[in-house]
């Protein structure tokens, strides 16, 4: 093995992003504080329209973050004790967080394996009279199995929320992810493509009249200030955050296709090594008709957890997503799940790797990065 000189490379560099563009994000934080306005309003208005044309949908609502907004699509579904929410076990805690926290229960389905999304084909068996909603998730930035899982639901009439947190500019056979059921969740976390100065969420909708439901509720449910339709909750999104966002709304086209760049600069690089021939690591697929925006490029990785410490001692940021399936979640205990129930996604929980894919990484970091990794096994 030739000795070789550390590289920081992390797993995302907001400064790198912040650098190329502050100029137009600080003038638009100013702009917010001489206004001294500084939740929903204008900005927010604005942001909403954009996001909704960006999607395709007629109406689109901010709130507070991504988590707010699936728990805002299943309060205005009215999801609540005695109904189930058929969902992914392989995704982010919100997912699932958001319909135990409104008395509901998730019914979980294993993924596909190469896809990290759920497997549409044990979507049928897992319909019930309780069913009150499907919540597939597109995870890493690639669409889940939209036209299999649509078929099912319109049959029988339940309604698909999104979780887009995680693919804002994927598309599927075309279509953009946030238009592809009754409603879709984005979240503004910092690290998604579309990442705020802080927490921040938005829904989008066709549905005119789910959108001014999901109004009503991010406002205490008053449709009238104090006087309340429904128990609702405050989630609104800041001004300040809104201003920042359409400024890097602009910009989130090209960095998707940096992204992609990145990505395509990975396969090419590993075909150089033999890892792939002797299956120490795999890929992550691509899917008939998605647009993948990889938010994440997530490996699968032999001796991952030993890898991981390597890579850190070599400077290179890296992440489990995610480290345990939440059907076995300890706070999940009561709904009686147990280990070997969803073996793909628990086996993902084992392999799974997210190296470094961010916009700004350059091809010296992504040699350096597939270049170490092909130390750590030889
Ligand atoms: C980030 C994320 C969320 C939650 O978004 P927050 O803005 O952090 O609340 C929900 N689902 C998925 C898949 C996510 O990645």
């Keep these: 093995m030739i000795e070789q000189t550390v590289r920081r490379v992390p797993l995302l560099d907001l400064n790198a992003q912040y650098r190329t563009i502050s100029d137009e994000i600080n003038a638009a934080a100013l702009s917010v504080l001489e206004s001294q ?23 689109a609502v901010g709130c507070a973050s991504g988590s707010d907004a699936i728990l ?10 005695g109904d189930e929410v058929i969902t992914s076990p392989f995704t982010f805690f919100a997912t699932a967080g958001s319909i135990v926290r409104l008395g509901a229960r998730p019914v979980f389905l294993d993924i596909d394996e190469l896809s990290y999304n759920i497997d549409p084909s044990l979507i049928e068996k897992a ?18 199995a939209m036209d299999q899982i649509k078929a099912l639901a319109s049959e029988r009439s339940v309604p698909i929320i999104e ?40 829904l989008t909708t066709d549905d005119a009249e789910f959108a001014e439901k999901l109004k009503v509720l991010r406002g205490h449910g008053a449709k009238k200030k104090y006087f309340h339709e429904f128990v ?24 998707a296709g940096a992204r992609r760049e990145n990505a395509a600069r990975y396969r090419s690089l590993f075909a150089q090594t033999g890892l792939l021939e002797n299956g120490k690591v795999k890929l992550p697929s691509e899917s008939a008709g998605c647009f993948h925006v990889y ?7 032999e001796e991952r957890d030993r890898l991981q410490g390597y890579l850190k001692e070599k400077g290179i940021g890296s992440e489990v997503y995610y480290p345990m399936s939440l059907h076995l979640q300890h706070c999940f205990k009561s709904l009686g799940y147990k280990q070997g129930d969803f073996p793909a996604s628990e086996r993902a929980t084992q392999e799974a790797l997210a190296i470094p894919v961010y916009p700004e990484l350059s091809a010296e970091d992504q040699e350096y990065v597939v270049h170490t990794i092909d130390s750590f096994y030889g």
Aim: glycine share 14%; net charge neutral; aromatic share 8%.
């Design 163 to 202: 979780d887009a947190a995680q693919a804002i500019g994927a598309t599927y056979f075309g279509r953009p992810a946030g238009g592809l059921g009754l409603a879709a969740c984005f979240s503004f976390y910092p690290s998604k493509n579309l990442g705020g100065a802080g927490d921040g969420g938005m």
């Design 232 to 255: 609702g909750m405050n989630s609104r999104l800041d001004s300040l955050q809104a201003a920042i966002l359409r400024v890097k709304l602009r910009h989130l086209d090209d960095w």
């Design 72 to 81: 805002l699509a299943l309060m205005a579904l009215e999801v609540g004790p």
């Design 37 to 59: 306005q500084f939740i929903l309003g204008p900005e927010v208005r604005a942001l909403e329209s954009e996001i909704a044309g960006y999607c395709g949908t007629a109406h």
């Design 295 to 301: 938010n994440q490029f997530v490996i699968r990785a």
């Design 127 to 144: 319909l019930t009279n309780r069913t009150k909603a499907i919540l597939p998730v597109h995870l890493f930035g690639e669409c889940a």
